[in-house]
């Protein structure tokens, strides 16, 4: 499956890869063309250097703006594409294997039908249930990893990149920040874990509510005829509230996440520029 969905939509992904690659390329050139530009600013002299690179930086952040917006396009529509293949595939699935159930159902012997019947309903609710939720939340899972999945390749580039660059300027201080990224990592992996668990309740809490709320529908009727309908809305309240809950908790953790993200950079800043201070470097415009 994997092979075919590469196959099938491949092509159009690494193109959008390689516009990203020029992107974080141009991105990384920025600093290295502001640099040569406050240099040449101090010599009143080289006017035509200046004039030159200024040129480039907008020429440079031209072409990234262009690039990033082909990335996300290609992304985006690799990603729908994806989405739909993948609904489709569930969908056919749920046919086939409903097909195949309705089969089995005829050849049993008709002394046990009614058992029979009371089972296939519940298990015909479990799989429309199932079913919703990967259409609805694995389906759309799929197309929200394939925009920034490019990021895993990306990331390296740039994270080499920037290490080779800032030991440039900064030499042995630019360690300082990749100790601070290091310390940062166990925080991050278990907002990611605790993340990733309460995505899991959450899809469990909604799993049982869609499946009760199939359960009533297909039996409205007995409900009526029983007086069922204030235990059933209690019982549904009690599913969605825990479903709320859970919600919550996840929102909570991916506000964290945020938090730490944006706090990471700052601090890697502060902690790199304060160890260049304190091996003896002096810090200039250019160099920040």
Known sequence: LLFGLIRAFGFHWYIGCFFKFIYDT??????????????????????????????????????????????????????????????????DKALVARHLDE????????????????????????????VQNLMSVDAQRLQDNMTYLATIGSGIYQIVVCLYLLFAQLRYAAFGGTFVMLIFLPVTQRVILASRKFQSRVLVHKDARIKLQSEALSG???????????????????????????????????????IVYA?????????????????GGKLTVSRV
């Open 103 to 130: 089969k089995e159902e005829k050849s049993h012997e008709k002394d046990t039908e009614e058992k029979k019947d009371a089972d296939t309903s519940q298990k015909e609710n479990q799989k429309s249930s199932t």
């Open 263 to 279: 706090v990471v950079p700052t601090a890697v800043s502060l902690s790199t520029f304060a160890m260049y201070t304190l091996l």
């Open 220 to 258: 409205m009727k007995i409900i009526k005829l029983y007086a069922y309908e204030e235990p059933l809305s209690k019982q549904l309240k009690k599913l969605r509230t825990a479903e709320l809950e859970a919600l919550w908790k996840y929102k909570i953790v991916a506000v964290l996440s945020r």
């Open 26 to 91: 141009c991105q990384l050139s920025m600093p290295l063309l502001l640099s040569a530009l406050l240099k040449v600013l101090a010599h009143r002299d080289l006017t035509k250097e200046a004039y030159c690179i200024c040129t480039a930086i907008v020429a440079t952040a031209i072409l990234s703006t262009a690039v990033l917006h082909q990335y996300f396009q290609r992304t985006y529509r690799t990603g729908m594409r994806l989405k739909a293949a993948a609904t489709a595939l569930i969908f």
